[in-house]
Protein backbone atom coordinates (compact mmCIF):
# COMPACT_ATOMS: atom_id res chain seq x y z
CA UNK A 1 0.00 0.00 0.00
CA UNK A 2 2.83 2.98 0.89
CA UNK A 3 6.01 1.29 0.18
CA UNK A 4 8.94 3.98 0.96
CA UNK A 5 12.49 2.87 -0.59
CA UNK A 6 15.97 4.90 0.04
CA UNK A 7 13.96 8.11 0.10
CA UNK A 8 15.75 11.31 1.27
CA UNK A 9 14.71 14.84 0.91
CA UNK A 10 16.93 18.13 0.99
CA UNK A 11 15.81 21.62 1.64
CA UNK A 12 18.40 23.75 0.67
CA UNK A 13 21.57 22.40 2.54
CA UNK A 14 19.63 20.58 4.81
CA UNK A 15 19.35 17.03 4.45
CA UNK A 16 15.74 16.37 6.27
CA UNK A 17 15.10 13.02 5.67
CA UNK A 18 17.85 10.78 5.12
CA UNK A 19 17.39 7.33 3.09
CA UNK A 20 13.77 5.84 4.95
CA UNK A 21 13.29 2.56 4.38
CA UNK A 22 9.53 0.85 4.83
CA UNK A 23 6.59 -0.45 3.66
CA UNK A 24 3.23 0.34 5.51
CA UNK A 25 0.48 -2.53 4.34
CA UNK A 26 -2.98 -1.55 6.09
CA UNK A 27 -3.82 -0.30 9.31
CA UNK A 28 -3.54 2.64 11.15
CA UNK A 29 -0.06 3.77 11.82
CA UNK A 30 1.23 6.45 14.20
CA UNK A 31 4.42 8.48 13.20
CA UNK A 32 6.42 9.72 16.11
CA UNK A 33 9.48 12.16 16.54
CA UNK A 34 10.56 15.10 18.06
CA UNK A 35 10.26 18.48 16.69
CA UNK A 36 11.69 18.75 13.70
CA UNK A 37 12.58 15.02 13.45
CA UNK A 38 10.87 15.20 9.65
CA UNK A 39 7.01 13.62 10.31
CA UNK A 40 5.29 16.49 8.34
CA UNK A 41 7.73 16.46 5.36
CA UNK A 42 7.51 12.32 5.23
CA UNK A 43 3.64 12.21 5.51
CA UNK A 44 3.57 15.36 2.67
CA UNK A 45 6.16 12.97 0.74
CA UNK A 46 3.31 9.97 1.16
CA UNK A 47 0.42 12.41 0.04
CA UNK A 48 2.14 13.24 -3.05
CA UNK A 49 2.22 16.92 -1.99
CA UNK A 50 6.36 17.29 -1.86
CA UNK A 51 8.70 15.37 -4.46
CA UNK A 52 11.88 12.96 -2.89
CA UNK A 53 15.12 14.65 -3.32
CA UNK A 54 16.58 11.10 -3.51
CA UNK A 55 14.69 7.47 -3.54
CA UNK A 56 11.08 6.88 -4.21
CA UNK A 57 7.42 6.38 -2.90
CA UNK A 58 5.42 4.70 -3.71
CA UNK A 59 0.98 4.59 -3.04
CA UNK A 60 -1.36 1.97 -3.99
CA UNK A 61 1.51 0.81 -6.27
CA UNK A 62 2.10 4.39 -8.36
CA UNK A 63 4.22 7.68 -7.48
CA UNK A 64 1.62 10.13 -5.54
CA UNK A 65 3.56 12.81 -6.66
CA UNK A 66 2.52 12.02 -10.64
CA UNK A 67 -0.85 10.05 -10.27
CA UNK A 68 -4.16 12.25 -9.61
CA UNK A 69 -5.86 8.93 -9.29
CA UNK A 70 -3.81 7.96 -6.44
CA UNK A 71 -4.22 11.52 -5.35
CA UNK A 72 -8.14 10.98 -5.14
CA UNK A 73 -7.90 8.07 -2.96
CA UNK A 74 -5.72 10.13 -0.09
CA UNK A 75 -7.21 12.09 1.94
CA UNK A 76 -5.01 14.77 4.63
CA UNK A 77 -5.75 17.51 7.27
CA UNK A 78 -2.98 18.98 8.75
CA UNK A 79 -2.35 21.90 11.12
CA UNK A 80 -2.15 24.41 8.39
CA UNK A 81 -5.58 23.39 6.57
CA UNK A 82 -5.33 24.13 2.89
CA UNK A 83 -8.65 25.57 2.29
CA UNK A 84 -9.21 28.73 0.25
CA UNK A 85 -10.02 32.00 2.64
CA UNK A 86 -12.32 33.85 0.61
CA UNK A 87 -14.63 30.99 -0.21
CA UNK A 88 -17.24 29.67 2.24
CA UNK A 89 -16.93 26.50 4.09
CA UNK A 90 -19.67 24.90 1.54
CA UNK A 91 -17.59 25.93 -1.72
CA UNK A 92 -14.31 24.51 0.02
CA UNK A 93 -15.62 21.29 0.46
CA UNK A 94 -17.90 21.08 -3.11
CA UNK A 95 -14.45 22.03 -4.48
CA UNK A 96 -12.46 18.46 -2.71
CA UNK A 97 -15.90 16.67 -3.28
CA UNK A 98 -15.54 17.05 -7.03
CA UNK A 99 -18.22 15.12 -8.72
CA UNK A 100 -17.23 12.18 -6.68
CA UNK A 101 -20.06 13.52 -3.94
CA UNK A 102 -23.13 14.55 -2.87
CA UNK A 103 -24.81 16.98 -0.48
CA UNK A 104 -25.54 14.10 2.39
CA UNK A 105 -22.53 13.34 2.95
CA UNK A 106 -21.25 16.84 3.15
CA UNK A 107 -23.70 17.99 5.59
CA UNK A 108 -23.20 14.34 7.87
CA UNK A 109 -20.00 15.49 8.07
CA UNK A 110 -20.33 18.82 9.13
CA UNK A 111 -23.35 17.16 11.53
CA UNK A 112 -20.34 15.19 12.85
CA UNK A 113 -17.58 17.96 13.70
CA UNK A 114 -20.48 20.11 14.64
CA UNK A 115 -20.24 23.06 12.01
CA UNK A 116 -23.60 23.26 10.46
CA UNK A 117 -23.57 26.41 11.18
CA UNK A 118 -20.27 27.33 9.68
CA UNK A 119 -21.21 25.96 6.26
CA UNK A 120 -22.20 29.71 4.27
CA UNK A 121 -19.12 31.31 6.59
CA UNK A 122 -16.31 32.24 4.47
CA UNK A 123 -13.14 30.20 5.82
CA UNK A 124 -11.18 33.66 6.36
CA UNK A 125 -13.42 34.01 8.83
CA UNK A 126 -13.20 30.84 11.44
CA UNK A 127 -11.36 30.16 14.59
CA UNK A 128 -8.52 28.10 14.41
CA UNK A 129 -10.52 25.39 15.91
CA UNK A 130 -13.29 24.95 13.31
CA UNK A 131 -10.37 25.70 10.54
CA UNK A 132 -9.24 22.07 12.16
CA UNK A 133 -12.93 20.41 11.84
CA UNK A 134 -13.78 21.82 8.26
CA UNK A 135 -10.51 20.74 7.35
CA UNK A 136 -11.00 17.17 8.84
CA UNK A 137 -14.29 16.85 7.10
CA UNK A 138 -11.86 17.61 3.79
CA UNK A 139 -9.78 15.28 4.56
CA UNK A 140 -12.72 12.46 4.37
CA UNK A 141 -14.94 13.94 2.41
CA UNK A 142 -14.04 11.73 -0.64
CA UNK A 143 -14.21 8.06 1.31
CA UNK A 144 -10.06 8.40 1.37
CA UNK A 145 -8.77 4.47 1.45
CA UNK A 146 -5.82 6.56 2.83
CA UNK A 147 -6.42 8.94 5.32
CA UNK A 148 -3.22 11.06 6.66
CA UNK A 149 -3.76 13.28 9.97
CA UNK A 150 -0.71 15.65 10.68
CA UNK A 151 -1.42 17.46 14.09
CA UNK A 152 -5.08 17.31 13.61
CA UNK A 153 -5.67 17.03 17.58
CA UNK A 154 -3.97 20.43 19.02
CA UNK A 155 -6.28 22.98 19.32
CA UNK A 156 -9.24 21.33 19.08
CA UNK A 157 -12.12 21.11 22.27
CA UNK A 158 -12.66 17.99 24.13
CA UNK A 159 -15.76 17.35 22.47
CA UNK A 160 -14.28 17.43 18.55
CA UNK A 161 -10.60 15.89 19.86
CA UNK A 162 -12.92 12.72 21.07
CA UNK A 163 -14.64 12.39 17.16
CA UNK A 164 -11.00 12.55 15.54
CA UNK A 165 -9.97 10.00 17.79
CA UNK A 166 -12.76 8.04 17.46
CA UNK A 167 -11.84 8.32 14.12
CA UNK A 168 -7.96 7.08 14.56
CA UNK A 169 -9.24 4.30 16.35
CA UNK A 170 -12.13 2.85 14.11
CA UNK A 171 -10.47 3.54 10.00
CA UNK A 172 -10.79 0.97 8.42
CA UNK A 173 -8.50 1.97 5.44
CA UNK A 174 -5.01 2.98 5.98
CA UNK A 175 -4.15 5.80 8.70
CA UNK A 176 -1.04 7.71 8.67
CA UNK A 177 -1.27 9.87 12.12
CA UNK A 178 1.34 12.07 13.50
CA UNK A 179 0.70 13.73 16.98
CA UNK A 180 2.96 15.14 20.19
CA UNK A 181 0.45 13.45 22.26
CA UNK A 182 1.49 9.63 23.09
CA UNK A 183 -1.62 8.86 24.49
CA UNK A 184 -3.22 9.49 21.44
CA UNK A 185 -0.84 7.66 19.43
CA UNK A 186 -1.47 4.24 21.39
CA UNK A 187 -4.92 3.73 19.50
CA UNK A 188 -2.31 3.10 16.33
CA UNK A 189 -1.13 -0.93 15.62
CA UNK A 190 2.14 0.01 14.34
CA UNK A 191 4.60 2.93 14.78
CA UNK A 192 7.23 4.66 13.20
CA UNK A 193 9.88 6.67 15.21
CA UNK A 194 12.10 9.21 13.06
CA UNK A 195 14.81 11.06 14.82
CA UNK A 196 16.83 13.90 13.09
CA UNK A 197 15.42 12.40 9.26
CA UNK A 198 16.34 8.69 10.29
CA UNK A 199 14.21 5.81 10.95
CA UNK A 200 14.57 4.35 14.27
CA UNK A 201 12.04 2.17 14.69
CA UNK A 202 9.20 0.78 12.58
CA UNK A 203 6.93 -2.07 14.89
CA UNK A 204 4.30 -3.05 16.79
CA UNK A 205 5.28 -2.08 20.35
CA UNK A 206 4.40 1.24 21.59
CA UNK A 207 7.06 0.84 24.59
CA UNK A 208 9.74 0.16 22.04
CA UNK A 209 8.58 2.95 19.83
CA UNK A 210 8.34 5.41 22.92
CA UNK A 211 11.73 4.24 24.01
CA UNK A 212 13.32 5.17 20.73
CA UNK A 213 11.62 8.57 20.77
CA UNK A 214 13.60 9.42 24.05
CA UNK A 215 17.08 7.80 22.76
CA UNK A 216 19.99 10.46 22.50
CA UNK A 217 21.27 9.90 19.22
N1 LIG B 1 9.65 23.95 3.20
C1 LIG B 1 10.72 23.85 3.98
N2 LIG B 1 11.84 24.54 3.71
C2 LIG B 1 12.94 24.43 4.48
N3 LIG B 1 13.02 23.64 5.57
C3 LIG B 1 11.94 22.94 5.89
C4 LIG B 1 10.73 23.00 5.13
N4 LIG B 1 9.82 22.17 5.69
C5 LIG B 1 10.43 21.62 6.76
N5 LIG B 1 11.68 22.08 6.88
C6 LIG B 1 12.67 21.67 7.91
O1 LIG B 1 12.70 20.27 7.90
C7 LIG B 1 12.87 19.77 9.23
C8 LIG B 1 11.76 18.76 9.51
O2 LIG B 1 10.53 19.45 9.55
P1 LIG B 1 9.14 18.71 9.74
O3 LIG B 1 8.08 19.77 9.78
O4 LIG B 1 9.03 17.63 8.74
O5 LIG B 1 9.35 18.06 11.19
P2 LIG B 1 8.27 17.49 12.19
O6 LIG B 1 8.85 16.23 12.74
O7 LIG B 1 6.93 17.42 11.56
O8 LIG B 1 8.32 18.62 13.30
P3 LIG B 1 7.22 19.16 14.35
O9 LIG B 1 7.00 18.07 15.35
O10 LIG B 1 7.93 20.34 14.95
O11 LIG B 1 6.00 19.54 13.57
C9 LIG B 1 12.88 20.97 10.14
O12 LIG B 1 14.22 21.31 10.43
C10 LIG B 1 12.23 22.05 9.31
O13 LIG B 1 12.73 23.32 9.67
Redesign the pocket.
Known sequence: MIEVRNLSKR??R?L??KNLNFEVDAGRVAVL??????????V?MVAGILRPTEGEVKVFGKDPSASPDVRERIGIAT?NPMLYGELTVRENLEFYAGIYNSKPKLEELARKFDFLEYLDTKVSELSRGYLQRVSMAKALINDPDLLIL??VTSGLDATVRKKVLEIVGTFQGTLLF?T?NLNEAKVCEAFIV?RD?QLVYNGGSFERALEAINEVA
Open positions: FGKVLGQNGAGKSTLKHDETHLG
